[in-house]
């Protein structure tokens, strides 16, 4: 699988005046939680954001209620990942970065737990917006420092944008489209312009920047590969790096901001290290060995049957299934619309008919997920029954341009009878091929002289398993159906270049839906190499309720066109939808304290490691692991 998606993330205000400082400061404390509108210029002034409605929390929070404030720090864990790095370079195209590198980067703003569109104040002491959110600005913490004791300023976030403006990745760079100009207006103030007005997404794209030191960049080119550790804005910093093998990070110790209400709690572990492997179940094997503390499992087979083992029967190892509220990815087979047949609608439908998930479900994943039927799963994003009176509205303007079921019917992926003996759904498909002009020759399914062939690009060997089935039926229409297995380096490469039939992707999106569609299903995205329009779609209704989504108004509003579009993307059968799970499968071993509350947004993602977790000393000792 391939994930795009880019990494995101209080006190008092930073005013430069320091009489006004003083006055804000004493009424804050007489009146409590700093959120107000200047009448002489209609600006609001907040250490916190939420793209509609009110933020969940207001400035009397002392620290988040899903971590322990008392957490003792210490110790040291080993976490695995997969497939290999050779950069530390998360902001360009070239080369491949360790996903963990998020724990050495603070952001303006960060994010709560227990919300989907929020963010509240980390380098960032307060923002300033006007009622038409044109622009924000940006207070820094004067306190806020790199882990090298040099000063976070205006400078580093203006520098950090403008790498990503010139140099960053098409789709870290889709993210800022709207901003028109960005203005050091102090040392710790900065200011950022929009080509939107009332619209609260770009404002909350912009709180997830983080600051690259001009301090430390101004005689190195940033628009390179490198894998010397760069200074730490975060409370950790890279300690050891073994290029393709391992990268270690500690804990800062005199991080500056361990005291901040959104940071109490978080960051207990005193290093953290992540061994990578090129073999999954060599992963799965060292884990069990305690060679790795803890791993989010992402097979029903080993979920099924790799656990049964002493250290899970004594208690040496705890396995855990909490539920998974987050909107899910669309996970599914992508097709390349720029490579023919599958520019075809009917011949992309007729190979969805050939993939039997019932019967994937019952023989391969042991019943544990579900299928996927939209773009936006486990969310209120995404279309659900027929379409609705608002949805056929906002779907009207489009109608010579469209499918005709995406006004009338329900989406439903097909459906078989799970015996593995998918001879309907045979018989349909070969009529679709039929009427696009391939016709069953001899065994082989044959136009112009030549056989219809599919090659399915896999990164994760696991994916192979699940799609055999598949490459079976496909096999049986007289389609030549082939599997290949690359490592991350050349898979990065493949699809960045768009060298491929069909990929088994994931595409994460950012509640509300956003700036990150036109990346991911935009036109003009399809061409642009290293974007994440992997499909290469380019839809004029597409792009147009895409624009709508991004300058709505209201969440129901957006809530509206997100089904609308989603309608429209499901019944031009750009994808194959696979399957999700609502439930987390994590196993550990029992050496971790953890806090009494859970997150509503919990999340095995980002850095591999579960919020606010500590070393429990105690539980540590029983086990004795050798390392």
């Not at 724990?103 to 703003?109: A, E, I, K, N, R």
């Not at 994916?463 to 496909?474: F, I, S």
Request: glycine fraction near 6%.
């Amino acid at each position: 699988m391939n994930t795009k998606s880019p990494s995101l993330g209080c006190k008092l205000l930073q005013i430069q005046c320091l009489c006004l400082f003083t006055i804000i400061a004493l009424v804050w404390s007489a009146f409590g939680p700093l959120a107000w509108a200047d009448d002489h210029n209609n600006t609001t002034t907040t250490w916190s954001l939420s793209e509609f409605g009110e933020p969940l929390y207001d400035e009397s929070l002392t620290h988040w209620p899903y971590v322990n404030p008392q957490a003792p720090t210490g110790g040291s864990i080993v976490l695995g990942a997969f497939g290999s790095f050779d950069s530390l370079n998360s902001y360009i195209l070239k080369g491949d970065y360790p996903r963990s590198l998020s724990l050495v980067s603070d952001t303006l703003m960060i994010g709560s737990a227990d919300e989907l569109a929020s963010a509240y104040g980390l380098l960032a002491a307060s923002v300033e917006y006007p009622a038409d959110k044109s622009w924000i600005i940006f207070n820094l913490r004067p306190e806020a420092k790199f882990d090298n004791g040099v000063a976070i300023t205006a400078a580093d976030i203006e520098f950090s944008f403008n790498t990503i403006r010139e140099h960053g990745r098409p789709f870290l760079k889709s993210f800022y489209s709207e901003v028109t100009n960005v203005e050091v207006l102090g040392q710790h103030q900065i200011r950022f312009s929009f080509n939107t007005v009332d619209n609260m997404k770009p404002l909350l794209k912009v709180a997830g920047l983080s600051p690259l030191s001009v301090d430390y960049w101004q005689d190195k080119d940033i628009s390179k590969t490198y894998l010397a550790p760069q200074p730490s804005s975060g409370s950790y910093y890279i300690s050891d790096v073994d290029a393709g093998r391992s990268i270690t990070y500690k804990r800062v110790e005199n991080y500056w901001g361990k005291d901040l209400n959104v940071n109490k709690g978080l960051s207990n572990l005193d290093t953290i290290r992540y061994d990578y492997y090129r073999d999954l179940e060599v992963m799965a094997e060292a884990f069990k060995a305690g060679e790795i503390d803890f791993r989010s499992e992402n097979s029903s087979k080993r979920w099924a049957t790799a656990y049964n083992i002493e250290q899970v029967d004594n208690g040496q190892i705890i396995l855990d299934t909490p539920p998974d509220n987050t909107p899910q990815a669309i996970q599914a087979f992508f097709f390349n619309l720029r490579r023919a047949p599958f520019d075809d609608q009917r011949v992309r439908q007729g190979i969805n008919l050939l993939y039997d998930f019932e019967t994937i479900k019952r023989t391969i994943l042991y019943n544990q997920y579900e299928r996927i039927n939209s773009f936006f799963p486990n969310s209120e994003y995404g279309a659900s029954g027929a379409p609705t009176a608002q949805e056929i509205t906002a779907l009207t303007p489009f109608k010579d341009q469209l499918p005709p079921e995406v006004l009338t019917d329900a989406f439903r992926s097909p459906v078989s009878d799970g015996s593995g003996r998918n001879r309907k759904q045979l018989r349909e498909a070969l009529a679709l091929f039929n009427a696009a002009g391939w016709q069953l020759q001899g065994g082989k399914l044959m136009k112009g002289g030549q056989q219809m062939k599919l090659e399915l690009l896999l990164v994760l060997p696991d994916g192979q398993r699940v799609a055999a089935p598949w490459l079976q039926n496909m096999r049986k229409a007289g389609i030549d159906a082939s599997v290949r297995i690359v490592d991350s380096a050349q898979y990065q490469v493949r699809t960045d270049d768009f060298d491929f039939d069909v990929i088994s992707a994931r595409l994460n999106f950012f509640p509300p839906p956003g700036p990150e569609l036109r990346s991911y299903y935009g036109s003009a995205a399809a061409d642009e190499r290293g974007s994440a329009n992997y499909l290469g779609i380019k839809n004029p209704v597409v792009d147009q309720l895409i624009e709508q989504i991004i300058t709505a108004k209201s969440l129901e509003e957006l809530q509206i066109t997100t089904r609308a579009l989603d309608r429209v993307l499901l019944w031009n059968h750009y994808v194959i939808p696979q399957f999700y799970n609502a439930e987390h499968r994590i196993a550990h071993w029992n050496r971790f304290g953890k806090p009494a509350v859970q997150p509503k947004y919990i999340s095995y993602q980002g850095s591999g490691f579960p919020t606010g977790w500590w070393l429990d000393t105690e539980l540590d000792a029983k086990l004795d692991l050798d390392r």
